[in-house]
């Protein structure tokens, strides 16, 4: 996912009365000009990232990318990762929520979950949940499947209104123990997950056209004249020797 921007126009501003370079010397100074600005671009996303998300994990924060400018070929892409050759989940799909402020993004397990239902839901972690939370604060897809797994099943986890009479659907957890220094056995029922058939839009936190073209449009012009100045500087020392 990347947001695209027309720089043409700072180009031509500084190629005006510009007559001591040739076309191969801007050719290269705009190609690094973009490339430079897009490595910039990327820093501040990674920022903005950070921000965004409580303990972002590393898969997430190494999901930004930058396409380098080539002076054959005056293109420049910065964004976040819409594909992935590894089977997983791209950033730039599961952020959605965050980047347009919408509904949590459906995954598998979400799927999974609602076809037990018999409505289509998303899974969200109940206050107190058992299931055990990642150093990143989340549930593991790992605990996702045994949860869902189990609640297919039958047995240890299980479907069931989230209270009498109600159309709304969580997974409990049925859980035996010994009650210490006696041969009774101790019943509880945890809920796990609920099964929201309404989950809450999620607020705008990451306005990659603000955050990207912000950037873009400040900092181009300013590598664009850092990088004329040097070509300029390399030419007339060529000629000076």
């Not at 598998?108 to 107190?128: F, H, M, N, T, W």
Request: aromatic residues 8%.
């Amino acid at each position: 996912m990347a947001t695209t921007f027309d720089v043409s126009s700072d180009i031509n501003k500084a190629l005006q009365g510009l007559t001591a370079l040739d076309e191969k010397n801007i050719s290269f100074a705009v190609a690094k000009a973009m490339t430079l600005t897009g490595q910039y671009a990327q820093s501040k996303l990674k920022v903005a990232l950070a921000a965004a998300i409580d303990r972002p994990t590393p898969y997430t924060m190494n999901s930004t990318f930058v396409t380098f400018a080539k002076p054959s070929n005056l293109f420049m892409e910065v964004g976040i990762k819409s594909q992935t050759a590894r089977g997983r989940i791209p950033a730039g799909r599961y952020l959605q929520s965050l980047i347009k402020g919408r509904a949590p993004t459906v995954k598998a397990v979400d799927q999974a979950a609602s076809k037990i239902a018999g409505y289509r839901g998303v899974l969200v972690p109940s206050e107190g949940s058992p299931v055990k939370l990642n150093r990143y604060g989340n549930v593991t897809l790992a605990n996702y499947k045994k949860v869902i797994g189990g609640a297919r099943s039958g047995g240890t986890y299980y479907v069931a209104p989230v209270k009498r009479g109600s159309n709304v659907k969580a997974v409990f957890q049925r859980k035996e123990s010994l009650i210490r220094g006696t041969s009774t056995i101790a019943k509880d029922t945890r809920r796990v997950f609920v099964i929201e058939p309404n989950p809450k839009i999620r607020q705008q936190r990451l306005n990659l056209p603000v955050i990207l073209g912000t950037t873009v449009q400040q900092e181009f012009p300013k590598f664009m004249k850092q990088r004329f100045e040097y070509e300029i500087a390399k030419k007339l020392e060529r000629y000076s020797t």
